[in-house]
């Protein structure tokens, strides 16, 4: 969605190391803001993102208004998505990941790709679109690659929200991987199952108490997104994932676990 960093560089640059032609689109969904005021806010700079691709190698780059990509008479689908359209992201942001399917699929259609690449950070939505390309079928034509999280030294993911941030609030937005990595340190080194809601009560107290003003979920789940409320290390792969709130932006982040 425009506002381009490292962390969206990079899928550009692998792209170009994998594939012969690399189309980048930049395009404010209007239909996945659920907040009117944050779809307004959001940071463009459509300018020096054209510039930033150019740099990178990027071929081409794909500006469509709403009523070219949408058409005037378009009606958005509904999409199937059980229960990751209520859950952690879906829960807090109502009609977000249709909005987010209606986009894709237009962009899919328009531009037919071999290859989509997308960033871990918004892992949830990595998921949502896995489920989008298996309704429609895409999973035997489109390859999707999901790439590591690109992060600043602090350990914040690069996000285009990010931009709104003072510098002090950037330091301390840190605090959220901070909080990950100490939860996972605690997983990974216990000798007997932990009861995650007591991890779990304890990291959002120290967010709060860290420059934080909310957090709408610290949880650890499975690859289906199923909460995995006792950790145990025969259990294997995990996901750490919160959401928390800090000069009134909201932040993502997410960490693997593997026992």
């Not at 996945?32 to 307004?40: A, G, H, T, V």
């Not at 993911?157 to 990595?181: D, T, Y």
Request: contains cysteine; proline residues 3%.
């Amino acid at each position: 969605m425009g506002a381009l960093h490292d962390g969206h560089i990079s899928l550009i640059k692998k792209s170009i190391a994998q594939k012969e032609f690399t189309v980048c689109s930049i395009f404010v969904n209007p239909h996945q803001f659920n907040d009117k005021s944050d779809f307004e806010k959001y940071p463009k700079r459509v300018e020096n993102d054209i510039l930033l691709l150019e740099s990178a190698g990027c071929d081409m780059v794909f500006l469509p208004e709403a009523n070219e990509l949408y058409g005037i008479h378009y009606r958005q689908p509904f999409y199937e998505l059980g229960k990751l359209e209520n859950i952690f992201e879906g829960k807090y942001r109502p009609g977000h990941f249709q909005g987010v399917c209606a986009v894709i699929d237009r962009l899919v259609e328009i531009i037919k790709p071999s290859t989509l690449y997308l960033g871990k950070k918004d892992f949830q939505q990595c998921k949502v679109i896995a489920e989008l390309f298996r309704l429609k079928g895409w999973q035997h034509t489109i390859k999707m690659v999901v790439s590591e999280t690109i992060r600043e030294k602090n350990g914040l993911a690069l996000s285009s929200r990010n931009l709104r941030l003072s510098k002090q609030g950037i330091q301390k937005a840190g605090n959220l991987f901070k909080a990950l990595q100490e939860a996972k340190e605690i997983l990974n080194n216990s000798v007997e199952a932990v009861e995650f809601y007591q991890l779990k009560n304890k990291m959002i107290y120290s967010l709060l108490g860290n420059g934080f003003e909310k957090v709408d979920y610290f949880e650890l789940v499975d690859n289906d997104f199923n909460v995995v409320p006792v950790f145990n290390k025969t259990t294997g792969k995990s996901i750490l994932i919160s959401a928390a709130c800090i000069e009134g932006i909201r932040l993502i982040d997410n960490l693997d676990i593997v026992s």
